[in-house]
């Protein structure tokens, strides 16, 4: 492994029984990048983690974490590396300072160092003023900043957080992302699995997992442009329902998707010089009716790589982009 790489795999692929939660998955991840993993509940985000942290042996292909293989080196790897899991992990009847000394502790983080350590984690984290409070008592976003804190109270190379922001706010999220960029600016490397689409924009790059394969990996910006050979429209329309299978059955139309309280419909760009689709969703009922050529967001990416994935879609322009 090159300098260059934090981790690194190789048909990494791990198996329960019958069933293959990771299937050959090979990238790269440089040192001090934001590398966002994303994927639907089950498509192997959390096990490829898992492995990558030492704490599943692969089933086989290969990996190494700061040069370390994944397979041999797992308690080195594990004293090296931060990690952040979906749970909560923190002891509740503990205040958010005795939290940081435990951890402190297990980490083997000198007496000398501790206190110092711990108030600039208590800033770091926003907790100054707080952290005498019992952990269980504070906000759910405060209460994942603490454990952010936790995680990297030994000051780790490599930083692993997995679903960090799944249930706080949006305030909350922000306030964690600014961590995270603070993080990557002092040189950690930062990986992060997440379902929210609008965080995996401010990754340096993704990686698309889906069934357990890597089906996409590049810049957000690079997927946008090299996903597409159509064209995203927003579209407003009661009932969502109804407008979804009335699009679906309309020449052009590839797939529609639910995007908060609107529609998004991947359509060949020739649909758009075409008024059917607003006199289709009349005719069949719908009321409301706005429909809007849009920038393709990453989940329309992420649905239209799924799409040609499952053989349900026309060939981008550049397959550069797919693994």
């Not at 998955?25 to 898992?50: C, D, H, M, W, Y």
């Not at 994944?70 to 939290?99: P, V």
């Not at 209460?143 to 706010?169: K, M, N, W, Y």
């Not at 329309?237 to 995007?259: D, F, N």
Request: charge should be negative; proline fraction near 5%.
């Amino acid at each position: 492994m090159t300098n260059s790489y934090a981790i690194t795999t190789d048909r990494l692929t791990r198996r329960f029984g019958s069933f293959t939660a990771v299937d050959e998955v090979s990238f790269q991840v440089a040192r001090g990048e934001v590398f966002g993993f994303l994927g639907p509940n089950g498509s192997g985000k959390t096990t490829t983690i898992r492995m990558l942290c030492g704490l599943l042996t692969p089933s086989s292909g290969s990996g190494r974490v700061l040069g370390l293989d994944i397979a041999r080196d797992q308690e080195a790897i594990r004293q090296r590396i931060g990690y952040m899991s979906q749970k909560f992990s923190l002891y509740g009847d503990l205040t958010a300072r005795e939290n940081l000394t435990f951890y402190a502790d297990i980490y083997g983080l000198p007496r000398a160092e501790r206190a110092a350590r711990i108030d600039a984690l208590t800033d770091l984290a926003g907790l100054r003023g707080h952290d005498r409070a019992l952990t269980a008592e504070l906000p759910g976003g405060w209460r994942q900043r603490l454990a952010l804190a936790c995680a990297i109270v030994h000051r780790p190379q490599v930083l692993f957080l997995d679903e960090p922001t799944s249930g706080v706010d949006p305030e909350a999220r922000r306030a964690f992302w600014d961590l995270i960029y603070d993080l990557a600016d002092e040189g950690v490397t930062v990986f992060v699995t997440t379902h929210f689409m609008d965080e995996a924009e401010h990754c340096n790059r993704i990686g698309l997992m889906y069934g357990g394969r890597l089906v996409a990996l590049d810049t957000p910006l690079a997927l946008k442009r090299t996903t597409f050979d159509g064209a995203v429209l927003e579209i407003e329309g009661t009932p969502q329902e109804l407008a979804r299978a009335t699009l679906l059955a309309q020449p052009g139309v590839r797939s529609v998707a639910p995007h908060g309280a609107r529609l998004h419909a991947i359509v060949d760009e020739a649909v758009l010089r075409l008024p059917h689709l607003a006199a289709a969703l009349e005719t069949a009922g719908v009321s409301g009716i706005h429909i809007e050529a849009v920038e393709p967001s990453l989940e329309d990416v992420f649905v239209a790589i799924v799409d040609r994935y499952l053989g349900r879609q026309p060939t981008p322009r550049d397959e550069t982009t797919t693994r």
